[in-house]
């Protein structure tokens, strides 16, 4: 995965450069249930100043892409991703519906490298998505930072993959949110051709965050040049009945 872009990295380039604020995203859904009783409140305040959160204040690079579900491809959403680079090949993200105090956890993401997925056993393969096509199409942003420092961290993630599950429904282009968590985990996937999106779902999300996926996908055209085959870019093939088309530099395996 190259050399891990750190947090101190990140936050240096930043000040440095200015970067733009980040948007807040607000979630669609929010679960049943009475307002929090006073006692709870005085709990969550003495739990604030008294335990110590070591692990969540660890998560703390931010990136929203889209996932479809693997055996529902044409179910997708927007995931805002708060990971944490356990080592050079190793990451764990927690995805959420949004960006502000009211987001709801709706997943969670493993992302490891290619030189670790090359260890996994052929029947473990298929959990696991492609980075590439997200990189390269623009699609994958981390917002708020600089654009040569994005692009650095996605140089970082090339070739890489990911694990990720859904656990809840809180809500995807054109259909309702189940009011709470609601059956089986479903494996979520990635793009890999232009076209495999929902219309309007990458537009809905750049409008909102004032966000270019097409100038990301200029800006990041040299790392076209660092793509390897990777597993899984066709597992989603001939699954969308609209016209889709191959991303430059993506290629399967």
Not at 118 to 140: C, D, F, M, V
Not at 149 to 176: I, R, V
Not at 194 to 209: F, I, N, Q, S
């Amino acid at each position: 995965m190259g050399t891990a872009f750190s947090r101190a990295a990140l936050a240096a380039a930043c000040v440095a450069a200015g970067a733009a604020a980040q948007q807040p995203v607000a979630p669609a859904a929010a679960p049943p249930g009475a307002e929090k009783t006073a006692k709870t409140r005085v709990l969550e305040g003495g739990a604030k100043v008294l335990q110590d959160n070591t692990p969540a204040a660890k998560f703390d690079i931010y990136l929203v892409g889209f996932h479809p579900m693997k055996d529902q491809p044409e179910q997708q959403i927007e995931a805002h991703h708060y990971c944490h680079q356990r080592n050079q090949d190793f990451a764990q993200c927690v995805l959420f519906d949004g960006n502000t105090k009211a987001a709801n956890l709706h997943g969670v993401e493993y992302i490891i490298s290619e030189k670790l997925f090359e260890t996994l056993p052929e029947a473990e393969r298929k959990y696991w998505h492609p980075h590439n096509g997200e990189i390269l199409s623009g699609q994958l942003v981390a917002p708020g930072i600089p654009e040569a420092a994005e692009t650095a961290l996605m140089k970082d993630k090339m070739n890489s993959y990911g694990k990720t599950w859904h656990l809840w429904n809180t809500g995807h282009q054109g259909h309702p949110n189940d009011a709470l968590p609601l059956g089986e985990p479903m494996l979520a996937w990635s793009f890999n051709r232009d076209g495999e999106a929902l219309p309007g779902l990458v537009a809905a999300r750049d409008e909102r965050m004032k966000i270019s996926t097409e100038k990301k996908r200029g800006s990041r055209a040299g790392l076209k040049a660092l793509a390897r085959p990777q597993s899984g870019v066709d597992a989603l093939k001939g699954q969308f009945k609209r016209p889709v088309q191959d991303i430059p530099g993506v290629l399967g395996k």
